[in-house]
């Protein structure tokens, strides 16, 4: 890998005009916008807009519904509970407005564009057309300030989803809300349903997510003078124990889990001195919609005096397992059923190995004392799931074959964390995965850096491999320090394909690649 060089920062600069200008670097052969797309030099990938990407769209199950929603992102003054703010924002609040369909319709969004820059929505966790992903300068151009774009798509899979921005650190604002695909089929044994944002806050509080970016790729990480991947084999490391810094029981995700300090966590936009309240009455069951919208945060979440009962994992059904408390990376979701007690008890979300005081929202079933801010419940320290307690259900197992193609991600920093990268180079620099339709492919990720990375496959969900049965459903999974973690995924949705770190600040330095369908 290579070490510290005046050069880095320029690198990292030019980068990020990528990101904001990307289309400049597509050539376009067909008619329509990056339609018959040459990627690189390369005339054979399946580009966004190619035959295959529309006959795949058509090949859907599909229930004739179409659901039509407009989308302002716009800059708003928003009140996070006793707090007011200037940020941007959909449709003037935060979260945004909540979009809930059934699995086969079809989704018709206007995003209309009044930011003073260029936007885009990425549709997290959908297995989507490729050319509706909102990547710009991979699926699709940039959408200038006053202009608009629709986006069109059946559906295909119930579950638990989100929307965002996927141009520069956008997503480190306002600019998230939640995307509900329900199943008619369902058995839906639960009285109440509630849908819970976790978020990390900093925009019109704390630094702009913008001088965030551009201070970490001047200044890195405070690392004691590390210059480089070659001086992470060195026990120092600046001054800590590596072997002390590794994930352990009482630091699951390991000793370094995040760049930002944020001023305020948030559930459902709402700080805990005014706190978002869920209304019920005892002995009633909910299903709680949890999704990490953070930019930097992981959170451990816990109900005072409830158990939860894990049902889903990133909108996919699991055999349901009950523990005290989970960990929920950036971009990951979980659903999980409570049983209501009697009483008025904490909703908590801790930032997990930040000295912050938590997100809380309340649940509330009867009259009593609203629990203070700050509360931390015993089921904090109780039973923590880990990954390799749930098993999918029959219905959502990947049946379980031997790959036809492997590849490979390592994980790495580069300067100190001015720069993270895959494979030893950053975005724009990279040279993409190549897949073949209907291949098995089996992505090896390679965490060769001490902190843990959510890292999240664009328009497909993996099966974690490797256990002795299938492997849960994903599409954004937590990589541990130094850990080996493969996933296997079925390459059934042709088109060019994000895979990144979901931390925000480890993307816009980097860490970001390409899964290039090739014909």
């Avoid at 790729?217 to 590390?226: L, P, V």
């Avoid at 001023?263 to 009633?284: E, Y």
């Avoid at 700050?374 to 959502?396: F, K």
Wanted: hydrophobic share 40%.
């Amino acid at each position: 890998m290579p070490s510290s060089s005046p050069s880095r920062e320029g690198k990292s600069l030019d980068r990020r005009r990528f990101l904001k200008f990307g289309t400049a670097g597509l050539v376009v052969v067909g008619g329509g916008a990056l339609a018959g797309t040459r990627f690189f030099g390369d005339p054979t990938p399946v580009g966004p807009g190619g035959a295959a990407v529309s006959a795949a769209e058509a090949g859907r199950a599909t229930t004739g519904k179409v659901v039509r929603r407009q989308l302002r992102a716009a800059p708003a003054t928003v009140d996070l509970g006793g707090r007011t703010v200037r940020t941007w924002a959909y449709e003037g609040t935060v979260p945004g407005p909540e979009i809930r369909l059934s699995a086969g319709d079809q989704l018709q969004v206007r995003l209309v564009n009044d930011l003073p820059e260029d936007t885009t929505v990425h549709w997290h966790g959908l297995a989507l057309r490729n050319d509706m992903d909102g990547v710009p300068g991979v699926t699709q151009d940039p959408v200038a300030p006053g202009t608009a774009f629709d986006y069109s798509f059946v559906v295909p899979d119930p579950g638990t989803y989100w929307f965002h921005p996927h141009v520069g650190a956008q997503l480190d604002r306002g600019l998230q809300a939640p995307l509900i695909v329900e199943d008619p089929a369902e058995p839906g044994d639960y009285d109440q349903e509630v849908v819970l944002v976790l978020d990390d806050w900093t925009d019109g509080w704390g630094e702009s997510p913008e001088a965030i970016v551009e201070r970490m790729a001047r200044e890195g990480m405070d690392m004691g003078g590390m210059s480089g991947m070659e001086d992470m084999g060195h026990m120092g490391m600046g001054g800590m124990d590596m072997e002390g810094s590794m994930p352990s029981a009482d630091q699951p995700l390991g000793a370094d889990t995040g760049d930002v300090s944020y001023p305020g966590h948030l559930i459902n936009g709402r700080l805990p001195q005014d706190p978002f309240v869920i209304t019920s009455a005892p002995r009633r069951r909910i299903r709680l919609r949890i999704i990490n919208a953070g930019g930097d945060t992981a959170y451990r979440f816990a109900v005072g005096g409830h158990r939860l009962s894990v049902t889903h994992t990133d909108g996919f059904p699991v055999v349901p397992v009950e523990v005290d408390t989970l960990i929920i990376g950036m971009g990951e979701r979980y659903d999980v059923v409570i049983t209501t007690g009697d009483g008025a008890f904490p909703v908590v979300a801790v930032p997990e190995g930040k000295d912050a005081a938590p997100a809380q929202a309340v649940l509330r079933t009867a009259s009593g004392a609203t629990p203070a801010p700050g509360a931390r419940p015993g089921e904090l320290t109780g039973r923590l799931l880990r990954y390799t307690d749930l098993a999918p259900t029959e219905a959502a197992a990947l049946e379980v074959r031997e790959p036809d193609r492997e590849l490979e991600l390592a994980l790495q920093m580069v300067d100190g964390g001015r720069q993270w990268v895959l494979n030893g180079v950053p975005f724009g620099e990279h040279t993409p995965l190549e897949i073949r339709p209907e291949e098995r492919v089996r992505l090896v990720m390679r965490n060769e850096s001490m902190m843990f990375h959510p890292m999240h496959l664009h328009g497909h969900t993996f099966a974690l491999a490797g256990q002795a049965g299938p492997g849960i459903r994903k599409d954004t999974i937590n990589v541990l320090p130094m850990e080996t973690l493969a996933v296997d995924f079925q390459a059934d949705n042709p088109g060019q394909w994000l895979v990144h770190c979901h931390n925000i600040y480890h993307g816009e330095l980097g860490m970001m690649t390409v899964v290039s369908y090739r014909a």
